[in-house]
């Protein structure tokens, strides 16, 4: 595997730095050649080094940055030239185009060019999405999708007398703040410049498809913009919209038409490309390209394993994301196809592939809905089909995108809606897009008054997932289901090779389920911790301390019986993947002082930003199962000594 001190096999020194003036729209003959050079080296840089990405196993985001290579050039140059005149720094709304942002440190020297092909990697500092403070160079945090924009208007704000540059999608664009940022840039005249690729590609298809009347042109148009639509791949056609845009006063983006990762055999122009480029496919276009020997460091990249065996659960594993998805399609094929399209709307967020849609598009395309990366709108589609009692509306997207939708959500519940959702990516384990897309504030949908019930569920292997949609997918009010990003085992019953979740288990909504009983004191956990719970109880048990486990899969729901039952005990742990500041443990506590009840009490969860990688987030968050062990044992002897 390459080392942080082996060289770049692609040398970065021949990127010659360029000056453009945009009072200047014409390109000399010297200007072209430099650009289109510039741009092939990038271009070449970013295909090598997030294709290691692919070959550990990270993925990576290839299209995107790639894509945009050319503006970026030409941004570099202006800067050249002027430096005075623009805010330096490159802003992104599409935050998973993180490349760039690598690229451009590396260009400046605040990383080692070797350091990129440890790309994704865990604790390598070069996450899924730009993080401010984390990655040498790197200037702003990106978060998700929608946030950057109306960041540069305040930022243009601060700084009247320069303007600010912000890179766009296509996709980033469907976000309605960016629909909010527009008016404000225009309405203040702000001197933001975007710079817009609209490659027709997202995560789940081709907007031009699937959202049919979206047009980026027409669309910042309305808001009082001046747009210039351009070639994005003809470079003089390029440089005459950018220097427009740049010499205008006010809001004002070049929107570039092109294909995804155009002249990327095996990725060009499908939604393939949006992700990281395959290896064998990386090595084709470097060979083609004239680069010798790549495959010698592709090829010995390996994905890091987790070495941790666990006890209490089985070696196979499931991956509730996607049964959340088959299960909602057995609870579907009992009705018929008439039935079904009348009762259930199931509505995407451009995340079908991600969250378990897909299946239910390909078996029940009567009830889909394809649609853009507008989660409020999306959500409150699916509030309103069911906002008749017999009718039921599906929604899904990632945990981390839950935050955005609470007050979408408040609606609901005033309206007495009927909504299923499923937020997969919850918790931290393998979030190689990092600390903006950990799903660690879940129980924020548990914001309605104390009169209105809401129902978090979250079940803790594939076999409780199917059972949980099987109960609730009828239920009427808002529930929500999560699930991790990660495939889980399957729990066991105690000392046996049974699934503890078998054929003749029947999920309970509300109801606190005992996997072990113990006399020492509970463990409570739930989802993707409860496994890893699981082991570190058992082990402790092997050592003669009689811990006994709780599986909490209704989050939010108080089961008073088994409150008093643990309460009674010498001492009570919460474990969770969730924020610790407002997780499940933040509120236990609470609930057994209410009660008067006073075991010892500790609570675990996501404490700190992520180390990129996969598994390598769950220890990093001290949730692994020796971690576990050492806070049980923590408070068995703390409660020892104040009995």
Known sequence: MPGADSEFPIDLKQFKKLSLDPSKPQLTEEQRSTLKANIQLLRDVIVLFTATGAARGVSGHTGGAYDTVPEV????????ASPADYVPILFDEAGHRVATQYLLSALEGSLPASHLLHYREANSKLPGHPELGLTPGVKFSSGRLGHVWPLVNG????NPGKKVFCLGSDGSQQEGNDAEAARLAVAKGLNVKLFIDDNDVTIAGHPSEYLKGFDLEKTLKGHGLEVITVDGEDIDSLWSGVAKVVNSNGPAAVVSKRKMAPGVDEIEGSTHGHDVIPVKAAINYLQKRGYPNFADILLNIKPHSQPYLYIGCSKDLGANRVVFGEAVNGVLDKLSKEEAKAKVMVIDTDLEGSTGLKSIHQKHPEVFV?????????????????????????????????????SEVTMARLNNCNVLCHFSHAGVDEMADNTCHFGINNMFADNGLSD????????????????????VFFEHGLRFVYSTRSKVPYILKPNSE???????????????????????????????????????ILRCRQEGLDVGLINKPTLNIIDEQTLMKVGQSPFVLVVESFNQKTGLG????????????????????????GCGGLWEQIPHQNLDPQAIIVKIKALAQAAAVSH
């Open 73 to 80: 050039c030409m941004l570099l140059a202006l800067l050249e």
């Open 452 to 471: 209105v019930e809401s129902f978090l569920y979250f079940p803790a292997d594939a076999a409780q997932m199917t059972a949980v949609i099987n109960r």
């Open 370 to 406: 394809t649609s853009g990366i507008m989660e409020r709108g999306n959500f409150s589609a699916a509030a309103g089909f069911g906002f008749d009692k017999d009718k039921f509306g599906v929604f899904s997207t990632f945990s981390a995108f839950l935050e955005m939708i609470l």
């Open 155 to 158: 930022i243009a704000m601060a």
């Open 498 to 536: 049974e699934r503890f979740y078998g054929s003749d288990y029947q999920f309970v909504p509300g109801k606190d389920e005992v996997i072990v009983e113990g006399k020492a004191g509970w463990v409570i956990s739930f989802g993707d911790m409860l496994y890893r719970s699981y082991d570190a």
């Open 586 to 609: 933040s509120k236990y506590g609470t609930w057994l002082l209410e009660r008067h009840l006073t075991p010892k009490f500790g609570y675990m969860g996501a404490t700190k930003e």
